[in-house]
């Protein structure tokens, strides 16, 4: 797969330097072949030269550079990739080959001394560099798929006009450098399967490097929201024609958990719509194409004027449809307020809890739960999670905590329950872990 960028050119073209910005811009990767082949060598490029001759060097340099295996990844190399035609080929079949070109007088000025650079040098005598330029410059533009002039440019302009120049011939899929939220790439299968491609972030995990629980139901929810204003409406465009989604229970398993930064694709489809409920089914699946973890959720759409669920077949904005495919994520739970369990603490939304409509949003819920959890079962990695919403909880609300014997719980295999309640009873939220 092309989704790679691999920087060629002279030497003190910049490939390094201007391949680490365009790599942080475009949110790739970063690979020094330079240092690669230092690496595995475990002597400086000067010294394989000194060592093996430019013969041997080029021979080193081939080995390397035809063994790289990457995806999103910008590949800055040394001058002398060209010199292997087997090295070029194989990199030209996995990315986007990029020429870096600077004036001969530029290449003269940055290069400096050349007895620390290790420059291949024509047959391992000495040349002068403009001779040098001559030898190389048609490589370059024969292995090119993209020619940058670099002379007279600075490093982050350069790498912000690279990466224009490939958007521009549609050589990078996804918008760049996402914010929070944002999808790098998403796509629908044939079977109208949505598809979302997202970032772990490194605050979407806890001290332990766990992924929360919150977090999966915002990845989750996330997902869901951009399936539908894809096919049919925004939640903006919802609330203006007096409706939104109510999610009324969650089932998730987690196989393993993501790591940070690493990409994940959301996966989700409409499974099974029933009277006034749509179940939806999730997956998430990681860079090697495993799934890492899988959720079952029920929603109601609420009339916002009446106040109360509507039947999905009475729903105008659009048809709904199925995909016939469920997701492992056990039985389903009913999650009540029992006599084994005790008081576990009282808490209050604040206003950051609230969303658009109102009341706190759906993906605090866990983590009211969890913040009172005893802190040795809160180090540890929930393996499957279910959450009931059974009453919006507003500003002011007053909600207790119960929860049954964790410790017991854990050893017997069974679920940590935490039920928010109001003082009257009123169930808010019921929430299930076991690890």
Known sequence: MKDN?????????????LGVVLA???????????????????????EIIDARGARGFIEVENAALKRIEATRTVISTGGSAVYSAEAMEHLRS????????????????RLGDLDERGVVLRDGKAVALPELYEERM????RYADITLDVTDAQFRE??????????????????LSPRRGEAFRHWRDEDLTYNMERQISFD???????????????????????????IAYTHQQMIEQGYYFIITRASCRKLRDPKDEGRVTVRTWPHQVKGMQVTRNFEVVDAQGEVIMQCESSYLIIDAKAGRPIRIQNFPMMEMYEVDRPVEVGKRQRIKLTDDMFELARVMPRFSDLDANGHVTNTHYPTFA???????????????FQIEFAAEMKLGDEVVLHMNDAQAAIEAGDWVKVVGAQPDGTTNFGCLFRF
């Open 204 to 230: 979407m995990l806890d001290c332990n490097r766990h992924l929360k629980a919150a977090e999966a139901l915002r990845l989750f929810g996330d997902a869901a929201n951009s399936d539908f204003a894809d």
């Open 94 to 109: 996995i990315g986007t080959v990029v020429h870096l070109r600077v004036s001969c007088d530029e290449m003269v000025r």
């Open 370 to 384: 969890w913040d009172f959890l005893p802190p040795e079962i809160r180090d540890m990695s929930w393996v499957d």
């Open 158 to 175: 350069a790498a912000i006009e690279l990466k224009g120049i490939m958007e521009g011939q549609g050589l990078l899929e996804m918008p």
């Open 138 to 141: 048609p490589l370059y533009e």
């Open 24 to 46: 942080k811009i475009v949110n790739f990767r970063f690979l020094d072949c330079d240092l690669l082949i230092q690496e595995q060598e475990g002597q400086t490029l000067q």
């Open 5 to 17: 960028i691999v920087l060629i050119g002279l030497p003190g073209a910049g490939k390094s330097t």
